[in-house]
Structure formats: structure tokens, C-alpha cells
């Protein structure tokens, strides 16, 4: 899956990407757009040097742990996406060494509402629905999302996910 491949790229560091798309009638992520991570310590104002993340033990904050968007590929991702009358849908990042749940720093860094896909290797890929809600993302509520893979020769390979009628294609 282009997805995958590119999240996993980077490994053993946090990959990440933004999902472009339509947002009517239903989500349509038409374009995975691969993004680099420019995470470094002291950025955004978290500390550098250790981190618990509800029942994990405590580990040293690095790429491997931690993911930030350039602002520059942001940009050129909105462009390119208001070229074909699409938008920027969520984001997309891989836990190497965790599970496919977004975790408490992944809530209180989204932006804003929207799905967050993330891709934990073995332990497999799983997709949220983060609602715009709470001071800083801290009590942003999270929904999960099932996902069925379908390949399609045209287009490469697609995610399609469907909580309560909504579709969501990932390709």
C-alpha cells in the first residue's frame, strides 16, 4: 500500500503524510501526500528528554517516538489540493515502536478535527476520527474507524472505511 510504504520509509523514526481529499457526501482520501518529519527536541515546547505516554514506560524523545509536519509541505499540500477542489482531510503517521492508537501528545498536537491513520508495522494500521473539542487537543475525543483494503489497478491500493455509513477511501 502507498501509504505504508512511504510511513515506513523512514523507519525506525516516525514517518507521516497528510490525507487529501473530498469531504462530500462522504471522506474521500484521493491522495496521500508524504510529508518530512522536522520533529527536533525543544520542539513546540516539549521537553527533551523523557516522556510517559499513559501506561508505556518512560522512553528518550526522538523521531522514533514523535512526529511534526514541515509547514512548508502543509502549505503546498493545501495549494495542490484547492487546485482540484479537495482539502486537506487529516494526517497520517507511523508508531514503530507502539501500537496503532493515537496517543495523548498525538491528540493534543492535532490541528484540528479530522482522521488521523496511523501504521504500528506488525501490530497493523487503524484509523480515528479526532473531534475538534478541548483546550489544546487534551481531551479531544477519538473514534476508531475499520478499515477493509481493496486494490484497484487504476488507482493503486485504496483504505475504505465506513463507521455508521460514512465512506472513507485511502489510497
Known sequence: MILRASLGAVSPEEGCALLLG????????RFVWPCCNVWRPGFGGFSDVTSVDGDQAPVSVSRRSRFALDPREQIAAQRWSRQRGWRVLGTAHSHPEGDPVPSSLD?????SEGVMVI??????VRAWWLQGTGPGGLDKPVSALSLVVHRHSTVGDTVKSCPDGVSLSLQ
Do not use: H, M
Open 107 to 111: 491528540r493534543q498536537w492535532a490541528a
Open 22 to 29: 473530498e469531504s462530500a457526501p462522504d471522506l474521500n482520501v
Open 119 to 124: 501504521d504500528a508495522g506488525v501490530a497493523g
